[in-house]
Every structure is written in structure tokens, then in C-alpha cells.
């Protein structure tokens, strides 16, 4: 089921050192978002504050507050690995287990929440996954091979499979075609379009063209130098930020005039 994330007053440090400051958005159930801006805008940082993923990092921390329909990802007593099966997470390199079949790449994510299953549940789980990752018809018949042997592009819809099989609410996606050729990009970018009718997806990249093609709103985060922290500049739907942005930074931006 797609939720809606609200974030407000969110800043994000690493030690001491400020990285985002102060991110008031909304991100709508069942919709594309795409974070755009130049490196070391924070848009990576931010994407993972919304799944606690910065938590690995030592030092990070946040202020501020994320909210999923209502309820504090950040609270008390809350678990960050129930908040990363609620807020799957692709990466920008295909990360698939390589010694792991194609099959138990998909189902690791619901081994590692503990969840025991029938075979048969697990296989129709497998078959769902991979369905849903548009990913099926290219593997059904070597589900027992290791994930590693597949293209790069089959590895990335392999690791959303993954992302998919443990039913999230959200899906964050960093810069998830960076490192793929034109046609798996492609495939990558029909699947995130099919993926909104299920779930909230948020992507972050450095691609004009793909936030323009992809995503419902597009927020432009921004860095005023070395060493100042990343702010959200400007949040709107796609057509305004690129057709008629309010801000003259972000004209700059996807004009191609800076960054």
C-alpha cells in the first residue's frame, strides 16, 4: 500500500557538520518524485534520512521530523529496519548478492525480516517479484543461477524485485540508471512509471531528461559554497520546474547553465 511521507524542519548532520538544512516537503502517495541538483547538494543525504539509511554512516544524525501517513519514522523507540521494509532502497550500482541464486536474491530481503513461508508461498512471492520488476520472462527458467550473471540492467530490476518483495510502502531510488546503457535506463524508467500505480517512488538523479520523463514533482536542492549545508530551493510539479521555474537558480540549473 503507498503512503505519503511529510518531512518538516529536517536538518541532517554528520558530526558537526550540517549537510541539509531545514527540508519541508510533502511527497505524494503514488506518484514519481525526482530530487535533482548539483553534487554535493544533499539530495543523496536527504534521500536517505526518509529510510534511515544515513544512520549507517557514524555521526549522522537529524532534526526535524519524517512522517509516513502520520507516523514519526524517527520516534522513540522506533526500528530502523522495520522503517527500511516499510521504505525499500535501490542504489546507483546493481548490487544483487553474487553468490546468491536469482531466486533467493529476491526473497533476502524477507529472510532477513525473519519471515518463514511455505515453499510454495515463497515461489509465487519469487514469481510476483519478478513480475513486478518486469524481470520474469527474461529469468524464469534460471532462477537457481546467480544473480551476478545477469546484464547490469537485469541486475538493477533484480534488486527492485527485491525491493518489491517485502511489500514497502515507498521505494527511494539513488541514481538507479547511472551506471546503465541507454536501452536498460529505458526499461528501468517504463518500470518506475508502472511501479507509482503501487507505490510511492522517489528517485534522485543527475539526468534532466529522466526527471522530466519520469516523475509527477521535481524538487531542486542547491548549495550556496564549500562547506554550507544543502537546502531544498524549489518544489513543483515537473512541468513548472522545467517550463516556468520560480526560482532563478533552478532556471539555471535545467537550462544547463550551472552545475
Not at 532502497?89 to 518463514?116: C, E, H, W, Y
Not at 508461498?121 to 550473471?149: C, F, I, M, Q, T
Not at 531542486?220 to 537558480?249: D, V
Amino acid at each position: 500500500m503507498s503512503k505519503r511521507i511529510d518531512v518538516s524542519d529536517l536538518n541532517v548532520y554528520y558530526g558537526d557538520f550540517l549537510a541539509v538544512e531545514d527540508v519541508n516537503i510533502t511527497l505524494d502517495a503514488k506518484s514519481v518524485t525526482a530530487f535533482i541538483g548539483p553534487s554535493g547538494c544533499g539530495k543523496s543525504t536527504f534521500l536517505r534520512t526518509l529510510n534511515r539509511m544515513h544512520e549507517v554512516i557514524p555521526g549522522a544524525r537529524v532534526e526535524g521530523k519524517v512522517l509516513l501517513d502520520g507516523d514519526n519514522l524517527y520516534a522513540d523507540g522506533v526500528d530502523p529496519v522495520t522503517v527500511r521494509s516499510q521504505i525499500g532502497m535501490v542504489f546507483q550500482r546493481p548490487n544483487p548478492f553474487p553468490t546468491m541464486s536469482i531466486r533467493d536474491n529476491v526473497l533476502a530481503g524477507v529472510k532477513l525480516n525473519s519471515r518463514r513461508m511455505p515453499k510454495s508461498d515463497a515461489d509465487d512471492l519469487v514469481e510476483k517479484s519478478l513480475r513486478g520488476a518486469n524481470l520474469w520472462k527474461e529469468v524464469k527458467d534460471r532462477l537457481e543461477k546467480p544473480g551476478s550473471g545477469l546484464s547490469g540492467g537485469q541486475q538493477q530490476r533484480l534488486c527492485i524485485a527485491r525491493a518489491i518483495a517485502v511489500s514497502p510502502d515507498v521505494i527511494l531510488m539513488d541514481e538507479p540508471c547511472s551506471a546503465l546503457d541507454p536501452i536498460s535506463t529505458l526499461a528501468i524508467e517504463d518500470l518506475i512509471n508502472e511501479l507509482k500505480d503501487e507505490y510511492t517512488v522517489v528517485i534522485v538523479t543527475h539526468n534532466m531528461q529522466q526527471a522530466a520523463r519520469v516523475s509527477d514533482k521535481t524538487a531542486f536542492f542547491n548549495i550556496a559554497g564549500t562547506g554550507k549545508p544543502g537546502k531544498l530551493i524549489e518544489f513543483a510539479e515537473t512541468t513548472t520546474i522545467f517550463n516556468n521555474p520560480g526560482q532563478k537558480s533552478t532556471e539555471d540549473y535545467v537550462s544547463g547553465r550551472f552545475g
